[in-house]
């Protein structure tokens, strides 16, 4: 069975600097995906960033990039930029691919940004 | 376009009743996951359908069940409600199984009194 393992239950940053999330995961698969999901206090569990593990480039989506380390079996989430509106939990997720959709997610890290 | 859709926002049940929760995919969305997140932790995988069908289940006993409809919305039903089963729900919708990437509802958060 896959596992996720997010060992920074809180972390804090400044607004404008750059902080870094650290995800760690477990699978025997070869090809699966790799997910940073945002939920703040509405609830909503909204899509960061997405990382196709049989590319080897790093995913980036403006302020947000991961950095894959598939052999460490790492996948960070490095937040550029900090804005106040990205205080929030953030979860990283797997999923192995083929026809069962199952993300699994870690425990989440709470990020804080302050002014 | 809508996203997906959650009914109700929340919801106060007595332990032994009976809950139906609701879903409705992104448009063009077949494939619907449902998942149940307990306060502090990270969301837990429920069921999976698609096309009508189950494609996957988690480790959850049989007081849950799923199913979807025609239109591809989709219904999370709990039976005889433990204080344990207190927590938010949250549905996803992906176009098709696998490779594409899966978007969330608000959840409906679930007190079970």
């Known amino acids: 069975a896959q596992t996720v393992t997010q060992s920074q239950p809180e972390m804090s940053v400044q607004e404008a600097e750059t902080v870094t999330l650290s995800c760690t995961y477990d699978?025997?698969?070869?090809?699966?995906?790799l997910f940073w999901y945002k939920q703040p206090p509405s609830r909503q569990m909204i899509l960061v960033i997405r990382?196709?593990?049989?590319?080897?480039q790093n995913a980036t989506e403006n302020r947000f990039s991961v950095n894959f380390q598939k052999a460490a079996k790492s996948f960070s989430l490095k937040i550029s930029d900090s804005q106040l509106g990205d205080t929030a939990m953030y979860f990283c997720?797997?999923?192995?691919?083929?026809?069962?959709?199952?993300?699994?997610f870690g425990k989440g890290t709470l990020l804080t940004v302050n002014p | 376009d809508a996203g997906v859709t959650q009914s109700p926002t929340h919801l106060i049940k007595t332990r032994g009743q009976h809950v139906t929760l609701r879903c409705s995919p992104i448009?063009?969305?077949?494939?619907v996951s449902w998942y149940q997140q307990v306060l502090g932790q990270g969301p837990q995988f429920i069921f999976q359908?698609?096309?009508?069908?189950?494609?996957g289940r988690g480790n959850f006993p049989d007081r849950f069940s799923a199913r979807q409809f025609p239109n591809y919305s989709s219904e999370l039903n709990v039976n005889a409600l433990l204080l344990g089963d207190s927590a938010l729900y949250l549905c996803?919708?992906?176009?098709?199984?696998?490779?594409?990437?899966?978007?969330f509802g608000q959840g409906t958060r679930l007190t079970v009194v």
């Open positions: 997720a797997f999923n192995r691919g083929g026809s069962n959709y199952k993300l699994t």
């Open positions: 448009s063009g969305h077949k494939s």
């Open positions: 699978t025997s698969e070869n090809n699966y995906y």
């Open positions: 359908y698609y096309e009508k069908e189950e494609r």
């Open positions: 990382q196709e593990a049989y590319k080897q």
């Open positions: 996803a919708s992906s176009l098709v199984p696998g490779r594409i990437s899966a978007f």
